[in-house]
Structures are given as C-alpha cells and as structure tokens.
C-alpha cells in the first residue's frame, strides 16, 4: 500500500484544516491518522473501517475530528475543526490490511504501511 498525505499548514486556533492521503496499492482493511508532536512520541488520532461503519478517535480529538474516504477515488481525510494549539504536530496517515478491530490502532507498532508526514501548526 502507498500512501501520500498533503493537506497540512498553518492555522489560527479555533479554526479548520482537511488533511488528505492518496492510498494505492493492495486492499486495505482499515486506515487512520497518528500525530507526533516534537518531542513526543507517535500518537493514535483516528481510524476507521474501509466500509466506514466502525470508526474510532483519540479522546483528545473526540468531536472535532472526523475521519472519512473518497468512495470514488478512494483518498483518505481528516477534516480537523476547532483546532487547538495542541494539535499542532507531523500527522502520518496510516493503513492495514487487516479490519478495525478491538484493541487495534492503538499504537505504532499494530500498522503496516504508513504515508509520509504532513506539518499541522496552530498558533494562539
């Protein structure tokens, strides 16, 4: 699976940004977002199933993110609102061949295939 996210940028808080992530290759089962602030380590965000009927997210992002797919092209998002400064992070769209199950995507480790980072910053 290849995977090219783009979207990120330079947001005021309070405000939106979409991050978008191209995914060709083999099927995927399920995909989702992790962020890695500096300093810190990799952090889960968001996943979802492929069909998009199970979706899981970080409480710390739980309301104001929402994870989804083109069904036409199959491109990946991130639609992130209200945006705080601590949002501001590298985020990394993700994807495995297997489906969303209890007690995946919880860290690193448990994916397969990962997109290059892309630089969300929030400023005060």
């Known amino acids: 699976v290849q995977l090219q996210a783009s979207g990120g940028g330079l947001v005021q808080a309070g405000g939106s940004l979409k991050l978008s992530c191209e995914a060709s290759?083999?099927?995927?089962?399920?995909y989702g977002w992790f962020r890695q602030a500096g300093g810190k380590e990799r952090e889960f965000v968001a996943a979802s199933s492929w069909r998009g009927d199970k979706k899981r997210y970080a409480d710390s992002v739980k309301g104001r993110f929402t994870i989804g797919r083109n069904n036409i092209d199959n491109t990946l998002h991130l639609q992130m609102n209200f945006l705080k400064p601590e949002d501001t992070a590298v985020y990394y769209c993700?994807?495995?061949?297997?489906?969303?199950?209890?007690?995946?995507?919880?860290?690193?480790?448990?994916?397969?295939?990962w997109g290059q980072g892309t630089l969300v910053t929030v400023s005060s």
């Open positions: 993700a994807a495995n061949s297997e489906p969303l199950y209890t007690g995946g995507w919880t860290n690193e480790r448990q994916i397969s295939y």
């Open positions: 290759g083999r099927t995927i089962g399920s």
